[in-house]
C-alpha cells in the first residue's frame, strides 16, 4: 500500500510554489507525476531540476512506474503475437505486424488513413494465427462516428479475392476454409460511439466487461481501437480546463488501454491527428495531440503521409526496439495492400 501523500508534502514544494502549482491545476501527486519538467517550470517559476526532483518524487509517491524482475517481464513476452496490416511492407517496418500486449498509435492528418487501418485490423484479427489473424473479437471506440460496415464487408471480400489469387503475402491460401462471410466478420465487432471524453474513458471499462464475458468463447477479444484517441480531449480542453487536468486524464484513459493490452493479450489501436495550427494547449504544431504523454505510453507511433492517389507513406517514430524507417503502401477498395 502506498501512503497518501499530499502534493505540498513533496520535497521542493514550499509554500509559495504550492500556491502557484495549485493555481495552474497541480493539484494532486498524480498530476505532477505525470507533468513535465517543463510544465512545471512554466506553472510555478521553478528551475529546471526542481522541477525534476519534484517530479521523481511524486512518481514514487503516486507508485507511477512500478518494477517487476525480467523474467516475469520475459515470460510475458513470450505470448506476444502480431497482426497482420494487409500490407507486408507496412508489417516490415512494425515488425512483423502490429503487436499484443502494446499501443500502437497511427497519427496524420485528414486522410492520411488512419481509421482505414483501424478497419482493416478490425477484419484481420478475426483470422486464424496461420495467417497473422489473431482469431479474436475485436471492440471500437468510435468517438467521430467513422465506423463504416460496408468497408468491412469490402474488406472481407477483398480478402476473399487475395485468397483466390493465392496471394503469398497472406501467408498461406485458403485451404483451411475460412469462412469469409462478411456478416459473420461484421457480428464479431463490437462498436461503441463516445460522446465525449469522460465517456470514452468509461467505454474502456465496458469493453474490459465484454472481454471478461469472450475470454473462454472462441473469439476473445484481441483488439481495441479508440479512433480517435485525443479528438474529444482536444475540443473539450481548448479554452476551459487545464492543461494538469486534460494530461491527467489522457494519462489515466492511456493507463487503462495498455492494461486492457496485457490483460488479455490484446493489441490496442489509437489513432491521433497532427495540429494544423498552433493552439496554447497542445504545443508545437507539427506534432501529435497528447504530446509526451500519448508519446510514452504508445510502444509504437506510426506516422502517416498522404502520396499519390491510394499511396501512403507510413513512418516508424521513436520505436523502443525497432529501427526507424518508411513503409508504402496502399489503401484500396478491398483494404490495405503494398
Ligand atoms: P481523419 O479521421 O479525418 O483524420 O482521417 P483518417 O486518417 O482517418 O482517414 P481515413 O482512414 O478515413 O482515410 C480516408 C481515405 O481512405 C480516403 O481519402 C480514401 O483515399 C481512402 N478510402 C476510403 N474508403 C475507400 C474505398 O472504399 N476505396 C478506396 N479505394 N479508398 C478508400
Ligand atoms: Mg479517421
Same mark, same amino acid.
Given at each position: 500500500?502506498?501512503?497518501?501523500?499530499?502534493?505540498?508534502?513533496?520535497?521542493?514544494?514550499?509554500?509559495?510554489?504550492?500556491?502557484?502549482?495549485?493555481?495552474?491545476?497541480?493539484?494532486?501527486?498524480?498530476?505532477?507525476?505525470?507533468?513535465?519538467?517543463?510544465? *512545471?517550470?512554466?506553472?510555478?517559476? *521553478?528551475?529546471?531540476?526542481?522541477?525534476?526532483?519534484?517530479?521523481?518524487?511524486?512518481?514514487?509517491?503516486?507508485?507511477?512506474?512500478?518494477?517487476?524482475?525480467?523474467?516475469?517481464?520475459?515470460?510475458?513476452?513470450?505470448?506476444?503475437?502480431?497482426?497482420?496490416?494487409?500490407?507486408?511492407?507496412?508489417?516490415?517496418?512494425?515488425?512483423?505486424?502490429?503487436?499484443?500486449?502494446?499501443?500502437?498509435?497511427?497519427?496524420?492528418?485528414?486522410?492520411?488513413?488512419?481509421?482505414?487501418?483501424?478497419?482493416?485490423?478490425?477484419?484481420?484479427?478475426?483470422?486464424?494465427?496461420?495467417?497473422?489473424?489473431?482469431?479474436?473479437?475485436?471492440?471500437?471506440?468510435?468517438?467521430?462516428?467513422?465506423?463504416?460496415?460496408?468497408?468491412?464487408?469490402?474488406?472481407?471480400?477483398?480478402?476473399?479475392? +487475395?485468397?483466390?489469387?493465392?496471394?503469398?503475402? *497472406?501467408?498461406?491460401?485458403?485451404?483451411?476454409?475460412?469462412?469469409?462471410?462478411?456478416?459473420?466478420?461484421?457480428?464479431?465487432?463490437?462498436?461503441?460511439?463516445?460522446?465525449?471524453?469522460?465517456?470514452?474513458? *468509461?467505454?474502456?471499462?465496458?469493453?474490459?466487461?465484454?472481454?471478461?464475458?469472450?475470454?473462454?468463447?472462441?473469439?476473445?477479444?484481441?483488439?481495441?481501437?479508440?479512433?480517435?484517441?485525443?479528438?474529444?480531449?482536444?475540443?473539450?480542453?481548448?479554452?476551459?480546463?487545464?492543461?494538469?487536468?486534460?494530461?491527467?486524464?489522457?494519462?489515466?484513459?492511456?493507463?487503462?488501454?495498455?492494461?486492457?493490452?496485457?490483460?488479455?493479450?490484446?493489441?490496442?489501436?489509437?489513432?491521433?491527428?497532427?495540429?494544423?495550427?498552433?493552439?496554447?494547449?497542445?504545443?508545437?504544431?507539427?506534432?501529435?495531440?497528447?504530446?509526451?504523454?500519448?508519446?510514452?505510453?504508445?510502444?509504437? +507511433?506510426?506516422?502517416?503521409?498522404?502520396?499519390?492517389?491510394?499511396?501512403?507513406?507510413?513512418?516508424?517514430?521513436?520505436?523502443?526496439?525497432?529501427?526507424?524507417?518508411?513503409?508504402?503502401?496502399?489503401?484500396?477498395?478491398?483494404?490495405?495492400?503494398?
Amino acid at each position: 500500500m502506498v501512503e497518501k501523500v499530499s502534493f505540498e508534502d513533496l520535497p521542493g514544494v514550499g509554500p509559495a510554489t504550492a500556491e502557484k502549482l495549485k493555481e495552474a491545476g497541480f493539484t494532486t501527486v498524480e498530476a505532477i507525476a505525470v507533468a513535465s519538467p517543463g510544465e *512545471l517550470v512554466t506553472a510555478a517559476d *521553478l528551475g529546471e531540476s526542481t522541477a525534476s526532483k519534484i517530479i521523481i518524487a511524486a512518481r514514487k509517491a503516486a507508485d507511477v512506474g512500478g518494477f517487476e524482475t525480467g523474467d516475469v517481464v520475459l515470460e510475458r513476452r513470450k505470448s506476444i503475437q502480431k497482426l497482420t496490416t494487409g500490407s507486408s511492407e507496412l508489417d516490415r517496418l512494425l515488425g512483423g505486424g502490429v503487436e499484443t500486449q502494446s499501443i500502437t498509435e497511427f497519427y496524420g492528418e485528414f486522410g492520411s488513413g488512419k481509421t482505414q487501418i483501424a478497419h482493416q485490423l478490425a477484419v484481420n484479427t478475426q483470422l486464424p494465427n496461420e495467417y497473422n489473424g489473431l482469431n479474436g473479437s475485436v471492440v471500437i471506440i468510435d468517438t467521430e462516428s467513422t465506423f463504416r460496415p460496408e468497408r468491412i464487408t469490402h474488406m472481407v471480400e477483398g480478402l476473399k479475392e +487475395r485468397f483466390e489469387e493465392n496471394d503469398s503475402d *497472406l501467408g498461406a491460401d485458403n485451404d483451411d476454409g475460412v469462412d469469409l462471410n462478411p456478416s459473420q466478420f461484421l457480428k464479431r465487432i463490437h462498436v461503441a460511439r463516445a460522446y465525449n471524453s469522460n465517456h470514452q474513458i *468509461l467505454l474502456v471499462e465496458a469493453a474490459s466487461k465484454l472481454a471478461e464475458e469472450l475470454k473462454d468463447t472462441e473469439y476473445p477479444v484481441r483488439l481495441l481501437v479508440v479512433d480517435s484517441l485525443t479528438a474529444h480531449f482536444r475540443a473539450e480542453y481548448v479554452g476551459r480546463g487545464t492543461l494538469a487536468d486534460r494530461q491527467q486524464r489522457l494519462n489515466k484513459h492511456m493507463h487503462d488501454l495498455i492494461r486492457f493490452a496485457g490483460l488479455n493479450n490484446a493489441t490496442v489501436v489509437v489513432t491521433n491527428q497532427v495540429m494544423s495550427k498552433p493552439d496554447a494547449f497542445f504545443g508545437d504544431p507539427t506534432k501529435p495531440i497528447g504530446g509526451h504523454i500519448v508519446g510514452h505510453t504508445a510502444t509504437f +507511433r506510426v506516422y502517416l503521409r498522404k502520396s499519390k492517389g491510394e499511396k501512403r507513406i507510413a513512418r516508424l517514430v521513436d520505436s523502443p526496439s525497432l529501427p526507424e524507417g518508411e513503409a508504402i503502401f496502399s489503401i484500396t477498395t478491398g483494404g490495405l495492400r503494398d
